[in-house]
């Protein structure tokens, strides 16, 4: 166990995309030792801002209405099961557990988030992208690192996954 002596509250934003990255995050926010007054906020982002092929001759412009339900759909369940992770390790400690789907910019929207609820952490899992992954599909936990005005707890998974 990790343990985090603070006299005041402590606030975690637990970033997570469902993945066994996000997944590996939030099982180390429950090995954090957390007091009844602490409390994590669980997001998950849905980026819309997908590059589309549009006819420019044509002027089609594609229904995205059905991807964006499935979008916000996807996110909320990923929330949810994050938040069930979460409450069946630290529930029994007090500690107060909520979740929210954002929208926008992943990288931004996690910093703007932990600055409203002024989070002293933001825990996200990484990726692991190599050098030329990241420069093509971008680093948002590198990006958080960078942008944060708390403390970032990057999470790694093991090489042999």
């Known amino acids: 166990m990790i343990d985090i002596t603070t006299e005041a509250l402590l606030k975690i934003l637990l970033a997570t995309d469902g993945t066994k990255y996000s ?13 009844n007054e602490d409390s994590v906020r669980v997001v998950s982002v849905v980026d819309m801002a997908v590059p589309l092929a549009v006819d420019i001759y044509g ?3 594609p229904d995205t209405t059905e991807l964006e339900k499935t979008a916000r759909e996807s996110a909320a369940k990923v929330v949810e099961d ?6 069946a390790k630290l529930q029994p400690d007090g500690v107060t557990i909520d979740g929210d789907v954002l929208y926008g910019s992943p990288d931004s929207r996690i910093v703007e988030t932990a600055e409203d ?6 825990v996200i899992g990484s990726h692991g ?8 599909l971008g680093s948002v936990s590198n990006s958080v690192v960078h942008h944060a005005h708390c403390s970032v707890m990057v999470v790694r998974t093991d090489a042999a996954e």
């Open 82 to 87: 994050a938040m069930a992770r979460l409450t």
């Open 117 to 122: 609820i002024h989070a002293d952490m933001i």
């Open 23 to 35: 997944e590996a995050a939030a099982d180390m926010v429950a090995k954090l030792r957390l007091d």
């Open 129 to 136: 992208y190599k050098r030329w992954e990241r420069l093509l």
């Open 59 to 61: 002027g089609y412009l």
